[in-house]
């Protein structure tokens, strides 16, 4: 077995060459090539561009958020290396790395120190973003509006199952307003309420779902002269 890094025209060039295992990576580079092209970058940044519109299309989603790295793995940019301030050096010559800012755009629940899953250099981040939104504008997935440039059409929600007619769906549909005085959940399968998920739904785990924002609104919403003319007990 060997291990090795190759550049992005070293991939390509192992096209058909190769292993169906290999292959895949192969494939990832030349829709990177593709986008670079299209869009005037490098293949670091295109790698990543590639990299963030393949995991919204997989997860349902992407989040915005700057950590601080000690190497950005589509730009090679590393930490720097410095002295200690004065007296914090428990040895004369050690040094310590200075992390600098990335923009991760992956949700992981396994998180490591110091390094982003998906994330770029955060002063390489605002050249690739209009890339980014090209490439996003036609994929369902929630967005942040850091990213896309305007709120979200879609919205990312947990699938659960209803205990009281085996309803499957969006966790968040079930927490829509649909009648005055009822603060709970309903069942959008058959309309049973329930004081809480525990009771009435299941999570259906491993599994989500990608709904249209517009969906979420109450049917009550506007409907200020109705809900004043009840009175809720």
Known sequence: MFLMSLTLP?????????????????????????????????????????????EAQEAGRLIHRRLAVNRCAYTGRTAEWIQPPQGRARYPKEQFQRPFTAVEVAQRFVVVAKHASIGIDADVF????????????????????????????????????????????????????????????????????????????VLVSGEHEVIPTSSLVSPLEGRSDLLDSLECS
Request: glycine share 10%; net charge positive; hydrophobic share 35%.
């Open 10 to 54: 070293e991939v390509l060039a192992l096209d058909g060459k190769c292993s169906d295992k290999i292959q895949i990576e192969v494939d990832r580079a030349k829709q990177a090539r593709s986008i670079g092209e299209r869009h005037g970058l490098a293949d670091g940044p295109a790698l990543f561009v590639r990299d963030a519109v393949a």
């Open 126 to 201: 605002p050249h690739v973003l209009p890339a980014l939104r090209a490439e996003l504008k036609d994929v369902r997935a929630e967005i942040p509006e850091a990213i896309l440039g305007a709120p979200s059409p879609w919205h990312y929600s947990a699938r659960v199952k209803a205990r009281c007619c085996g309803w499957t769906g969006a966790e968040a549909l079930t927490r829509v307003r649909r009648e005055p005085c009822w603060f709970g959940l309903t069942c959008p399968g058959c309309g049973e309420k329930h004081r809480s998920d525990r009771t009435g739904f």
